[in-house]
């Protein structure tokens, strides 16, 4: 019967793409007279399996980039491939800023969220009022800090740049100034502009 449909291949293509590649026994990526000659010799008992006759593939000549790392050593990691370290799971995060101040690294995230209407979850549109904050002291034991209200698309309660519609893409400085340590948290407002946090005051810039 496969030596049949197989004649019948050869005289009238296939319409099933699935039986046409099944029919290319010699896995040239057509399905050829070889094909059929090769499933007849099979079926007599004349051949036990199909020889492959997969199109060759081209050899990259990588010689000329060989040539611009041999000299190259690799350094050892100081993180074994088995080793992870998250800085932390409960939540999502993404477009990190960093600051050190007093021997820790400070991370703040835009604090990307899924996105419900009515219950429902519905296609993220990356909106955001919240900034996330971690730290660390070791680069090994995190501590997370929680998210900070900043503009007011989905926060609960009051934010603090009432006017920022976003927080997002956030970095942070300080500076001492007579004599304090000031502390500020920059942000953008999707496209529409730049703000910054003095603690817990804000100021308003246009990009």
């Given amino acids: 019967m496969d030596v049949a449909l197989g004649r019948k291949g050869i005289l009238k293509e296939y319409s099933d793409a699935a039986a046409q ?32 006759n997969k199109p060759a593939v081209p050899v990259l000549d990588t010689s000329k980039y060989e040539a611009k790392f041999s000299g190259l050593t690799l350094a050892e990691s100081f993180k074994k491939q088995t080793e992870n370290n998250p800085l932390y799971t409960q939540r999502f995060g993404a477009d990190p800023g960093w600051m050190v101040y007093d021997g820790r690294l400070y991370v703040y995230t835009t604090a990307d969220q899924f996105a419900y209407k009515n219950n429902q979850m519905i296609e993220n549109d990356y909106s955001s009022g919240y900034i996330n904050c971690l730290s660390t002291a070791d680069l090994v034991n995190w501590t997370d800090h929680g998210q900070i209200p900043v503009a007011k698309t989905r926060v609960n309660g009051t934010p603090i740049a009432k006017w920022a519609n976003n927080a997002w893409a956030p970095d942070a400085a300080w500076k001492k100034i007579n004599g304090q340590d000031k502390f500020f948290l920059y942000f953008a407002n999707n496209g529409s502009g730049i703000g910054v946090i003095q603690r817990f005051r804000y100021r308003r810039y246009h990009s």
Wanted: hydrophobic content about 40%; charged content about 35%.
């Fill in 21 to 52: 590649k099944a029919a290319d026994v010699d896995l040239s990526g057509k399905y050829e007279i070889n094909d059929l000659v090769l499933l007849q010799e099979y079926v007599l008992g004349k051949i036990k399996e199909f020889p492959e």
